[in-house]
């Protein structure tokens, strides 16, 4: 299976150790708030998917954010032309990261990422790639390999030395090599080009991994420098794209963007759960020139509980930005395409504020998308 693979470049990654992506920056700029007004309860969230919107046509690109809580898990779902023997619409199911562990108070991402994969029949996985070394994002594919076939994973290849990351990359080996694929992790530095020379979607699609080309040397602090790492991934499929940040924090924003690399999106996927660290406004305007209309913009966000030792996720002034940035009037922060996995958490306890907000992307092979919310 090896052998459909494809297109992306990678420039390079980063580094450093520790264990969770907690937000630890001092609190919120005042001045990013609208005086008077607590944005995150202000405006009516999005849509609820219609029957409809929940019934995609095989050609369609789906991305699903799925509700672990804290921790990001997505689901990639490929068109799929019913054609196994060409390299076009392959209809792959793609994870992205599973959530946390479900110990120490954790939610298990597994669970609800199998959940979810029920519901959409899936069983078993092309690709599961792990954005970066912190538990909120490799700590659920413990459970996701006891419970699906893994063909392929995906690694940044950055080791923080803790002892959870060494068992996870031993069980994604002992996985990949159970169903036959291949665990693709650049070895320091080099790894990013030969994974950008091997990975291919399907003809249909133009896949980017991207990340900076200093590994080591990105933020200040050990959380930020794993963050750091994530891997960037951008897709474009008949002319809509889609950026998914990982975790990554401004500084490899700020790289990414000075490397000249073309951000350009419709759908973000927001970095760091919608942290303060991230989404800088040199990030927005790069992946939201002017050329792209404020309703073909979309911000997706997926965080848990909102208080991290005082500091929120997601950040009050993000949200504000993000909404800000895609709403029809610019002077005006709508709710209407900026959707979070947190909508109406704040008085839920961690475990019960994961499952709830599930968001349903699909972008159709005439170019328009739209995303809702599965409750
Ligand atoms: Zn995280």
């Known amino acids: 299976m090896l052998t459909k693979l494809l297109q992306t470049v990678l420039l390079g990654l980063l580094v450093?150790?520790?264990t969770s992506c907690v937000d630890t920056t001092t609190p919120l700029d005042p001045n990013q708030r609208p005086p008077g007004e607590n944005l995150l309860e202000a405006a009516t969230p999005p849509a609820r998917c219609s029957v409809e919107q929940l019934a995609p046509t095989a050609m369609d690109l789906q991305l699903h954010v799925i509700d672990v809580g804290q921790g990001d898990a997505l689901l990639l779902r490929t068109p799929d032309?019913?054609?196994p023997s060409n390299a076009t619409a392959m209809g792959l199911t793609i994870l992205i990261d599973a959530g946390n562990l479900g110990e120490l108070g954790t939610n298990d991402g597994?669970?609800?990422?199998?959940?979810?994969?029920?519901?959409?029949?899936i069983e078993r996985i092309d690709y599961a790639i792990v954005t970066h070394a912190h538990a909120d994002h490799f700590g659920g594919m413990f459970g996701i390999f006891e419970r699906f076939d893994v063909e392929n994973v995906v690694?940044?290849?950055y080791d923080p030395g803790t002892t959870r990351y060494r068992e996870y990359l031993a069980a994604a080996e002992a996985e990949v090599a159970e169903n036959g694929g291949q665990l693709f992790r650049p070895p320091v530095p080099g790894l990013v080009t030969q994974l950008g020379d091997e990975l291919m979607w399907g003809d249909e699609l133009t896949v980017r991994l991207l990340a900076a080309s200093d590994r080591?040397?990105?933020g200040e602090?050990?959380?930020a420098r794993v963050n750091n790492t994530s891997i960037v991934i951008h897709i474009e499929y008949n002319g809509t794209r889609l950026l998914l940040m990982g975790d990554a924090e401004e500084e490899l924003e700020a790289a990414l963007v000075n490397q000249g690399v073309d951000l350009r999106a419709n759908i973000l996927k927001v970095g760091h759960h919608g942290s303060s660290t991230s989404s800088s406004n040199l990030l927005l305007s790069a992946v939201w020139p002017d050329e792209?209309?404020?309703e073909r913009r979309l911000a997706l966000i997926s965080s848990g509980r909102r208080d991290f030792n005082g500091a929120q996720l997601p950040s009050v002034g993000t949200v504000f930005r993000l909404r800000r940035a895609t709403s029809d009037d610019p002077n005006v922060a709508s709710a209407a395409r900026v959707f979070s996995t947190e909508f109406g958490d704040e008085v839920k306890s961690e475990e019960e504020?994961?499952?709830d907000d599930n968001i349903v992307t699909v972008v159709r092979p005439d170019g328009t998308f739209d995303a809702c919310f599965v409750r």
Request: glycine share 12%; aromatic share 10%; hydrophobic share 35%.
């Open 155 to 157: 690694d940044p290849g």
């Open 81 to 83: 032309d019913g054609d």
């Open 110 to 121: 597994a669970r609800y990422v199998a959940d979810w994969f029920e519901r959409e029949g």
């Open 216 to 218: 080591a040397t990105l």
């Open 16 to 18: 450093i150790a520790s």
């Open 221 to 223: 602090r050990d959380n």
């Open 353 to 355: 504020a994961a499952g």
């Open 292 to 294: 792209i209309p404020r």
